[in-house]
């Protein structure tokens, strides 16, 4: 059997990333672990999400994977830095991909980033922004009450494009930026919400695609790519079985069950030991 | 000093590369070799690709470089997978990114080639994208043509639609693809052109955007991205000086004389040993 590639994520927002790992890298096969029942992260303190993400990670770590994929910008923010240092496979984070999208498209260099309130403070797409061109100006933008809202999959329920509108004012001021990199893996879910509100000359950038598409150039620098179509993925999560089946078949549809073996279940993480944290 | 990164091509083409890396690396020293003596590369044989192909690696190699970028689809296609082996330095070419590009934004699975007789004639790109998805339909067409044309800078001067329109016409039926790759790196300089006969409807891919993106991403991985704004780049020839500058000066505009230290110099490529070819 093929090595898997590892995806963890505070909650459901990593599916994005996984619907686009499927699209474009079809042959591959995916373990999914998201920690639904502490979701948010984004509004928790450095130590919290650290502690969080790592026990994500013992907890994957026990399958055989060929690659990690940290689908969560929160966690990126904080973690991805060690996890590279810890790990023995490539290591792969959300706000890198975004932030070289962002550079690509940009034609004023005004960048936007929306995420959570922990990702703007880390001001981490900032760094790697400017660690790759420092003639950029970057915008950035805490919106806090996205995530619950698409968590719960309330977002499916009610109409939320005067929400949207609201949050979003800081930004749309008369050319202050030409892109905006959804800084959130959740956000990819209420992204045609966010186009309607930013108009057709905004670059909506989202980081899930993105990610996709680099893990594809180092899966490949690595001669690691998957050769045949793969037949199973597995999807674990810490919370109720229920909200996260909402949202997984509102972007998987019914495609998933036609072509692969899919298993979904609940799992409880080990808490930490004291050395470890 | 930083070490540089080394772009060769057949001719002029390459530049397109360049400009991408610029606008997406500032911070990055270029080495550029064109062989606009003897392009078009596109319609030669195997062997002849080959060994012009290694004379110019065995030039640039003289300089201290810490990645070489294959920008001509043709070179690519016959040579990327040798020099891979042979050299110590990170190796890319622009098939793999444009293939990856394509991958990423075509809908109806149905994507479009065009590119030199023997880029056509290798299959490279079906290649690659059925290496990484073996459901896509590929149509493939070669276009002489064009590289002639830009590479006298003729398509400066006169007006190119008709002529591209005829060139194209057996991928403009109905719906045939939803995704066309400019699959060599000669024709992002009548991209425009190329547009406007395809219509809104159909996705057109740089492989020099993509190859410039993927470029970070693998300096990225291995820490080789330059921390400060460099100020120099070299740009050789092996033909005439004046067909280059008026390409170059068409791409570049006076954008480079603004920030940093440029030259062009013509020069001669030595015979490869008879062991060596």
Known sequence: ???????????????????????????????????????????????????????????IMTYDLKMLVIACNT????????????????????????SRAAISVTQTKKIGIIGTEATIKSRAYEYSLKEINSDLEVQRLACPSFVPMIESGDYLKMNTLEMIKEVLSPL????????????????????????????????????????????SVILDQRNLLSKDLISSHLFLMTGNKDNFKLVYE????????????VEIKQIELKELEESYK
């Not at 909650?11 to 920690?35: C, S």
């Not at 966690?75 to 975004?98: C, E, H, N, R, S």
């Not at 509102?250 to 073996?261: G, H, T």
């Open 172 to 215: 749309t001021n008369n050319k202050m930026i030409d892109t905006l990199v959804l800084g959130c893996t959740h956000y990819p879910l209420i992204a045609g919400e966010i186009g309607e509100v930013l108009g057709e000359d905004i670059h909506i950038i989202s980081s899930s695609g993105e990610t996709a598409r680099e893990m």
């Open 1 to 59: 059997m093929e090595r898997a590639i590892g995806v963890i994520d505070s909650g459901v927002g990593g599916l994005t990333v996984v619907n686009e790992i499927m699209r474009q890298l079809p042959n591959e096969q995916i373990v999914y672990l998201g920690d639904t029942k502490r979701c948010p992260y984004g509004s928790r303190e450095e130590s919290e999400i650290k502690e969080f993400t790592y026990s994500m990670v013992r907890e």
């Open 75 to 98: 966690a990126t923010a904080y973690t991805l830095k060690d996890l590279k240092q810890m790990l023995d496979i490539p290591v792969i984070g959300v706000i890198k991909p975004g």
């Open 250 to 261: 509102n972007i998987f549809d019914n495609r998933l069950s036609n072509f692969a073996d």
